[in-house]
Structure formats: C-alpha cells, structure tokens
C-alpha cells in the first residue's frame, strides 16, 4: 500500500512522538517509564494507556518504539485472546528480551476494552500473568467510555502504571491538521479547519477521517463542504439542541448546534424562528434576535442566488451566536411566563391552575373540573403548543414547539386553493391581476357575501363561481 | 340589483362615456378616427381609468365584437420571458380579418411589473409585428419600464381623480343603485380610497351590502376594519404593545391564510406608520426600518422573516415611547 492510497488516518499516523499532538505530559510519563526499563525490569511491568477515542493511544507506543527502536509485537482485538491463544502468541515473546535479529521488543496489547468474557475467556486473568513474569515492556492501550470501565480490569489496572489520554486540544489539532494539508499539497480554509477541529470535540483520528471525507480529489475545502458533513456521532434531539443554543455564552458554543443537531440547518432555522419570542421576554433582547435571524435570511438569499455556498457560514453565525448572543435581559422564563400571561386572560379566579416546571416542559393543571369550560380552556393552550395529557388531568407546554409553518400550510390548503381559483375568476372578470383581486377585491367581496344574500348570488353567477366557492366566501374567517 | 361587480357594471364602455382624463381621452378619440394608434404607454396610479381608456378605445375602434381583437395579459400573473416568447407572438403574428383596421390590440397590464430581460424580449416582438399589432402598456411608474420601449411609445401619463370627480361618481352609482349615501358617508369613502375610483365603487358596494342600503361614515369603518388594512393595523398595535407573538400569528394569517402578497403589507404598514398617533421622529425612525424591510424583500428575503424582525422593532419602539 503506497502512502497515497492509505487512509488519511493511517497515513499521518506519527513516526516518533514529537509528531503526537497534544497529551504532552501523558508521553512524558510513558517515554520515562520506557526509559526506566534499561535499568532492568521497573516495579510496574506495564503501562496501562486509557482515554477517549482518537487522541493518540496507541499512537503514541507506536512512535515510542519507532523513536527507542524497539521490535513491538502487536495484540489486538482481531486476535482471539483466549488464555490458550495468548500463551501462545506472547507467552513466549514475553520472556524474551531481544528477538532473533537483536532488537529489543515490548508487548502492545491493543483495543483493551474489546476483550469479551466469553469468547476471550480467561484472557484478562491470563494477560494479568504475562505481565507478571514479562522480562519486556508491556503496554496496555484501552478506550475508556463511561464509568466503571476500570472496575474490569481490577487485575491489570493493580500491575499497571496508569496513564491517562485527555482529547486533543483545539490548538494542537489546529497545528496538526495544518502539517497533514501541507503535506498533501491541499488547501483548507481556516474556518473549515477550525469547524473540522471544533467538531470532532479533540478525536484527532475522526478529524482526519472528515478532512479525508471532504478533502479527497479537491485542490481546496471550504467551510461548506465540512458543513456538509453528516455528524458520525451523537446527534442532539432538536429541543435539547436549542436548550444549548439559548444558553450560549460564544459563538463556538452556539455555532456547534449547526452539526449535531440531527435536523438541516433550514429547518433549525425555522425552530430558532418559531421559539426565539418565547424565549427573548425582552423587547430589546427581541429586536436584536429577530434581526440576526432576518440578516441570517439574507446571508441564505445571497448564497443561494450567487451560488456561492461558502457564504452559508455568515447565515450560520448570525442564527446562532447572533441570536443566543442577543439574550442579555430576559429572564429566559418564557414558557411558564407564556402560560401564566394566557391563563390570566381567560377570567378564572386566581388559583384556579397550577402552573409547575417539569422535565418535559410546563404543566398546567386545573384545581377543578372545568365542565363546559374545557374547551375554550383547551383551544388557548393548544394554540401555544400545549397538549392536553388525558392522565394526570393536565397540559403539557413543552419548552420549545416545532415550525407551525408547515401545520399551517397544510390546515389551509383547501382554503388557499379556494381562493386561488377565485382570484382567477375575479382577475378576469375586473381585468385586474390575481394578486389584486386577493389583497384588494376578494376581501371587499367576502364582506358583500356575508353581508347581503341576494348581492351574493348575483356576484356568484356573474363570476360564474360554483356552490362550494360562494359558500368559502360567506364564511366568516 | 343585477350586473355582479358595480365597478365593473359601471365602468365606462366608450371613450364617450368618460367623465374625467378629458385631455387624453380627446387625443384617443382621434386615434380612433385616423383608424390608426401607435404603441401606447399609459402611466398613472391606480384605478383611475388606464385599462377603460384602452377598453373603451378597443370599443370605439372596432365595435361590439372588440374581444375578437385584443389580447389582455396581466405581466403580475404571466411573469417572464416565457410568457412574451408565446403568448403575445402568437397573437401578434396574425393579421386581425374582417375588420377596417388592419391590426389587433394587445394590452400588458402591469407592464412595469416584467423583469428587465423580459421587456427586451417584448421590445424586440414589438418591433417585428408592428405591422399587425399595437402594444398597450400599462403600469405605475414609468421608470420601471426601460427606455427603449418608452422610446417606442406614446406616454400618457394618467392624473389622480379629483376629490370632485370621484364624490360624484360615488354618489351618481349609489342614487343608481337605490343606496342612501349619508355626505359623511362619501367622506369615509374619499378619505379611505383617495382617488382610486375601483377602490370606492367596492367599498361602497360592500358597505351597501352590510346595512341594507345605509351607508355613512361607521358602515364605511366596520367594512374597513375586515379587509387587510384593518388587519395589518391590528398587528401594528399588537407589535407596538409588545405582544410579539399575537402578532405574529397574524401576520402568518394575512400571509397564509389571507394569501397576501408581502409589498403589499408592508405598504400598508407604511401607511399606517404615517397615521398613527407617535411622535414625529418616531415615523422617521420607523420609516427607515420599513424601507430597509422593503428593499430586503426585493433581494429575495423571506416575507415572514423580515416582517416579524420588523415587528419586534414595533415592540422596542412601543416601549421606549412608553418610557
């Protein structure tokens, strides 16, 4: 395999650790405790490497025996490593200090946290005895997630030197992503590096695989095609995401929402849209947050028209960082203030709801059976976006709502069709244009059907209107 | 009653009939009898009698089977260049038969409206079948049309109605229609539809309808306060009291429901901002915003988007005059 056509994660794997970005102090602790061992076999054995995915593990043992010129043998999770089949691959090796050629050799047992209790049977416990008589170095490399991963590997973790991996920070990816794009003769732009980087929350691996995503067969990346990436992990359900977004104190932090909701920007748009007046109770804090969001609207525009995609990343600052960064005065209270305003509004004695926050949003629950009343009652909180929960006698006001465009949209489409066939017949018959006849005639028209039978039905048969076009027109709207 | 709509039972059917624009309606009459009319432009506001001038002029010229002769296109509806490619070639390519008038008439309402490669494309057609076709364009404002065309034209340019003209014309269809018109009544109707003469037929007959042939000042208001007008001040006030969201919602249902075109809400807002009760400088600020609004919306922005940061601006300003 040339270096061309390797993966790019494989490719600028690094060959000694000055290469390794970030975990400088980790390395430290590692090279020292290898070093320990040209003195004769140290305390502790082995070296157990632990952290999140991506940030150098097992780089860094590989560039180490690189750079000490050791011969490394490698256990990884496409071995079996039952006791049997260990004893037979390292048993060995474990008692042998140089190899047939001379060189000095160090175990590297690999992808710790894939060894599995019962295809691998014995395998910790058997790994645990390697270490014990090993008279070579041993390195252990495992992905921590979540908690307790160390509790099974009790055994190992007590014969280990423990040294923890912490993600990449942002700089040293930075400067890391820098070097690989130099070495390909490509060019990033900062932004889309920077988005590559900030993304990928300091998993160096994943980056590359994403600057290889969108880098491949291109001369030069932008922040669209990082935007367009697809997020391969963790993806926020919306209201979550928004939840993040409002309580945003920079526009890294707001920005982020863009890739891990699991929703197109346009349609977070439409969410940020239709929950930024709940959210801003201020008016100033408002007049600033629409704004953003209209000058958002215009970025899309021009993008759009110019067919200048990289234009996007200026929509995307101004809806998020330039509405999360407007709320400065309101109180953030919106839902339950939303609720108490409208309950106010309804001529019930004080007391008569109880309005509390709960995890799914704000409840509403009437101290008494409301009768006849519940349904005016249940039409003003459906009209918030409430929904009435059948048990515990209550509504539910969820924190954020969805777009109610498309709702709408779609409740009035016979309505909307009505109308433009009428405007049609009303166009012609005034020589006026379609839209005249909505903003101008129809309305003046409605007013004459409701108001005088006999006018309705000349008018009718003289726009030659059928039976269910007059009656939308007699409707009260 | 009969004859459906009053502004149309009452529009004029001749040249004669013509009660105001006597200048140009003088210089039509003698088109009509040379027989001949070069392309025409007429300019002006609306309903102040551009397309009757030209209907009544179709009339006059060929008489009562005049329909067989001209082709009426609205440029807001038939947009684009497509449009003028066929429609108005295959019209103007066909010599008009059985008639002493050797050409047809075609009438671009809203001519302004067409897009600047759209009138290049109309200029060229123009010129082509000048020989079995005339052109009338009609729009609002000369300037929205490109030079060459205006160059190709004679420009009328069509004057508001004046107070006079338009009180009696109101009145003489209300005495015809069995209507009592109370003089505040006619006052409403002026104050409400300036010199647009379409506007206050409607109004008038819409207020007939609601009161049983009663009309004066409080009938002319109710029916004022149910059309978009009405509407879109509601929203004002719902804005410039900080109830952002209720105006919003109806701002959606102008928008959606109502099927209103975004320019034409934000004149409305514009002309409601003029009128309402703030001080002076707060008009200028507003009239500033409005204007920004407008021009973004040409730029292809989304109505709903702008218009609702326009509101929340109504809010700030509510509260600050609060203060």
């Given at each position: 395999?040339?270096?061309?056509?390797?993966?790019?994660?494989?490719?600028?794997?690094?060959?000694?650790?000055?290469?390794?970005?970030?975990?400088?102090?980790?390395?430290?602790?590692?090279?020292s405790?290898?070093?320990?061992?040209?003195?004769?076999?140290?305390?502790?054995?082995?070296?157990?490497?632990f952290?999140?995915?991506?940030?150098?593990?097992?780089?860094?043992?590989?560039?180490?025996?690189?750079?000490?010129?050791?011969?490394?043998?490698e256990?990884?999770?496409?071995?079996?490593?039952?006791?049997?089949?260990?004893?037979?691959?390292?048993?060995?090796?474990?008692?042998?200090?140089?190899?047939?050629?001379?060189?000095?050799?160090?175990?590297?047992?690999?992808?710790?946290e894939?060894?599995?209790?019962?295809?691998?049977?014995g395998?910790?416990?058997?790994?645990?005895?390697?270490?014990?008589?090993?008279?070579?170095?041993?390195?252990?490399?495992?992905?921590?997630?979540?908690?307790?991963?160390?509790?099974?590997?009790?055994?190992?973790?007590?014969?280990?030197?423990?040294?923890?991996?912490?993600?990449v920070?942002?700089?040293d990816m930075?400067?890391?992503?820098?070097?690989?794009?130099?070495?390909?003769?490509?060019?990033?732009?900062?932004?889309?590096?920077?988005?590559?980087?900030?993304r990928?929350?300091?998993?160096l691996?994943?980056?590359?695989?994403?600057?290889?995503?969108?880098?491949r067969?291109?001369?030069?990346?932008?922040?669209?095609?990082?935007?367009s990436?697809?997020d391969?992990?963790?993806?926020?359900?919306?209201?979550?995401?928004?939840?993040?977004?409002?309580s945003?104190?920079?526009?890294?932090?707001?920005?982020?929402i863009?890739?891990?909701?699991?929703?197109?920007?346009?349609?977070?748009?439409?969410?940020?849209?239709?929950n930024?007046?709940?959210?801003l109770?201020?008016s100033?804090?408002l007049a600033?947050?629409?704004?953003?969001?209209?000058?958002a609207?215009?970025?899309?525009?021009?993008?759009?028209?110019?067919?200048?995609?990289?234009?996007?990343k200026?929509?995307?600052?101004?809806?998020t960082?330039?509405?999360?960064?407007?709320?400065?005065?309101?109180?953030?209270?919106?839902?339950?203030?939303?609720?108490?305003?409208?309950?106010?509004t309804?001529?019930?004695?004080?007391?008569?709801?109880?309005?509390?926050?709960?995890?799914?949003?704000?409840?509403?629950?009437?101290?008494?059976?409301?009768?006849?009343?519940?349904?005016?009652?249940n039409?003003?909180?459906?009209?918030?976006?409430?929904?009435?929960?059948?048990?515990?006698?209550?509504?539910?006001?969820?924190y954020?709502?969805?777009?109610?465009?498309?709702?709408?949209?779609?409740?009035?489409?016979?309505?909307?069709?009505?109308?433009?066939?009428?405007?049609?017949?009303?166009?012609?018959?005034?020589?006026?244009?379609?839209?005249?006849?909505?903003?101008?005639?129809?309305?003046?028209?409605?007013?004459?059907?409701?108001?005088?039978?006999?006018?309705?039905?000349?008018?009718?048969?003289?726009?030659?209107?059928?039976?269910?076009?007059?009656?939308?027109?007699?409707?009260?709207? | 009653?009969?004859?459906?709509?009053?502004?149309?039972?009452?529009?004029?059917?001749?040249?004669?009939?013509?009660?105001?624009?006597?200048?140009?309606?003088?210089?039509?009459?003698?088109?009509?009898?040379?027989?001949?009319?070069?392309?025409?432009?007429?300019?002006?506001?609306?309903?102040v009698?551009?397309?009757?001038?030209?209907?009544?002029?179709?009339?006059?010229?060929?008489?009562s089977?005049?329909?067989?002769?001209?082709?009426?296109?609205?440029?807001?509806?038939?947009?684009?260049?497509n449009?003028?490619?066929?429609?108005?070639?295959?019209?103007?390519?066909?010599?008009?038969?059985s008639?002493?008038?050797?050409f047809?008439?075609?009438?671009?309402?809203?001519?302004?409206?067409?897009?600047?490669?759209?009138?290049?494309?109309?200029?060229?057609?123009m010129?082509?079948?000048?020989r079995?076709?005339?052109?009338?364009?009609?729009?609002?404002?000369?300037?929205?049309?490109?030079?060459?065309?205006?160059?190709?034209?004679?420009?009328?340019?069509?004057?508001?109605?004046?107070?006079?003209?338009?009180?009696n014309?109101?009145?003489?269809?209300a005495?015809?229609?069995?209507?009592?018109?109370?003089?505040?009544?006619?006052?409403?109707?002026?104050?409400?539809?300036?010199?647009?003469?379409?506007?206050?037929?409607?109004?008038?007959?819409?207020?007939?309808?609601?009161?049983?042939?009663?009309?004066?000042?409080?009938?002319?208001?109710?029916?004022?306060g149910?059309?978009?007008?009405?509407?879109?001040?509601?929203?004002?006030?719902?804005?410039?009291?900080?109830?952002?969201?209720?105006?919003r919602?109806?701002l959606?249902?102008?928008l959606?429901?109502?099927?209103?075109?975004?320019?034409?809400?934000?004149?409305i807002?514009?002309?409601?901002?003029?009128?309402?009760?703030?001080?002076?400088?707060?008009?200028?600020?507003?009239s500033?915003?409005?204007?920004?609004?407008?021009y973004?919306?040409?730029?292809?922005?989304?109505?709903?988007?702008?218009?609702?940061?326009?509101?929340?601006?109504l809010?700030?300003?509510?509260?600050?005059?609060?203060?």
């Amino acid at each position: 395999m040339t270096a061309e056509s390797q993966p790019w994660s494989n490719r600028f794997r690094p060959c000694c650790l000055a290469d390794v970005a970030g975990n400088q102090s980790a390395i430290y602790q590692l090279r020292s405790w290898m070093r320990s061992w040209e003195k004769g076999p140290p305390d502790q054995r082995a070296a157990f490497l632990f952290g999140p995915p991506g940030v150098g593990k097992t780089c860094s043992v590989v560039a180490l025996a690189n750079d000490l010129d050791y011969d490394l043998l490698e256990v990884n999770a496409s071995d079996y490593r039952t006791k049997k089949r260990l004893e037979g691959l390292v048993g060995r090796a474990s008692l042998q200090t140089l190899t047939i050629t001379g060189r000095r050799r160090m175990i590297l047992f690999d992808e710790m946290e894939g060894v599995s209790g019962v295809e691998d049977r014995g395998g910790i416990s058997s790994i645990a005895s390697i270490i014990k008589e090993s008279r070579v170095p041993v390195v252990l490399v495992a992905t921590s997630t979540g908690e307790k991963w160390e509790d099974k590997f009790r055994p190992l973790v007590d014969l280990s030197l423990l040294i923890e991996f912490h993600p990449v920070p942002f700089g040293d990816m930075i400067r890391r992503l820098q070097d690989c794009v130099k070495e390909l003769g490509i060019s990033v732009d900062m932004d889309a590096l920077e988005l590559l980087a900030d993304r990928s929350e300091g998993d160096l691996r994943s980056t590359l695989n994403d600057l290889e995503a969108v880098a491949r067969g291109k001369k030069r990346v932008t922040l669209e095609d990082v935007e367009s990436l697809s997020d391969r992990d963790r993806k926020d359900y919306t209201p979550d995401a928004l939840m993040k977004l409002f309580s945003a104190k920079s526009l890294r932090d707001a920005r982020r929402i863009v890739s891990s909701t699991h929703i197109g920007y346009d349609d977070l748009y439409d969410w940020i849209y239709e929950n930024l007046p709940i959210v801003l109770d201020d008016s100033s804090d408002l007049a600033k947050g629409m704004e953003a969001l209209a000058r958002a609207d215009i970025h899309q525009s021009r993008a759009k028209s110019t067919q200048e995609y990289r234009l996007l990343k200026y929509m995307f600052n101004e809806m998020t960082g330039g509405v999360a960064l407007s709320k400065t005065r309101s109180e953030g209270a919106g839902v339950i203030k939303q609720a108490r305003t409208k309950i106010a509004t309804l001529g019930f004695p004080p007391g008569a709801f109880t309005v509390t926050e709960t995890a799914e949003g704000v409840e509403i629950k009437p101290v008494r059976y409301l009768g006849q009343d519940w349904r005016r009652v249940n039409s003003v909180f459906r009209g918030m976006g409430a929904q009435w929960m059948r048990e515990g006698g209550r509504w539910l006001l969820p924190y954020f709502r969805p777009p109610q465009l498309i709702w709408r949209y779609r409740r009035t489409w016979h309505s909307r069709r009505r109308l433009r066939s009428v405007a049609a017949r009303v166009a012609e018959r005034c020589h006026i244009s379609s839209k005249e006849a909505v903003s101008e005639v129809i309305p003046l028209i409605r007013v004459m059907f409701q108001g005088d039978k006999a006018m309705a039905e000349n008018i009718s048969s003289w726009l030659e209107l059928e039976k269910k076009e007059a009656d939308w027109l007699k409707r009260e709207t | 009653m009969s004859g459906g709509m009053w502004a149309e039972k009452y529009r004029p059917q001749t040249l004669d009939e013509m009660v105001n624009q006597t200048e140009i309606v003088s210089r039509l009459m003698n088109f009509v009898k040379d027989r001949n009319l070069p392309h025409l432009l007429f300019v002006g506001p609306a309903g102040v009698g551009k397309t009757t001038s030209i209907l009544a002029l179709a009339r006059d010229l060929y008489g009562s089977g005049y329909r067989n002769y001209i082709l009426e296109l609205n440029a807001s509806d038939e947009r684009g260049i497509n449009v003028i490619r066929e429609k108005v070639k295959n019209f103007a390519r066909t010599a008009a038969i059985s008639s002493d008038v050797p050409f047809k008439i075609l009438i671009m309402d809203e001519a302004d409206s067409l897009t600047s490669a759209a009138q290049h494309a109309l200029r060229r057609t123009m010129e082509i079948y000048t020989r079995t076709c005339r052109f009338c364009l009609i729009g609002n404002y000369s300037e929205n049309i490109i030079e060459p065309i205006q160059s190709r034209c004679s420009i009328f340019r069509f004057g508001p109605l004046s107070e006079g003209d338009m009180k009696n014309w109101v009145t003489t269809i209300a005495n015809k229609e069995g209507v009592n018109l109370f003089e505040e009544g006619v006052e409403a109707i002026y104050e409400a539809a300036q010199g647009d003469l379409r506007k206050a037929t409607n109004l008038l007959q819409a207020a007939a309808a609601t009161q049983q042939g009663e009309v004066d000042d409080v009938t002319i208001y109710t029916v004022l306060g149910k059309v978009s007008p009405g509407k879109v001040r509601e929203m004002i006030n719902m804005g410039l009291k900080g109830q952002f969201l209720d105006a919003r919602e109806m701002l959606r249902t102008l928008l959606i429901d109502e099927g209103l075109a975004a320019e034409d809400i934000i004149r409305i807002v514009y002309s409601e901002v003029l009128r309402l009760g703030i001080p002076e400088q707060w008009k200028v600020k507003l009239s500033d915003t409005i204007g920004e609004v407008d021009y973004r919306l040409t730029q292809g922005a989304r109505p709903e988007i702008q218009l609702s940061a326009l509101i929340a601006k109504l809010a700030l300003v509510g509260e600050e005059m609060g203060r």
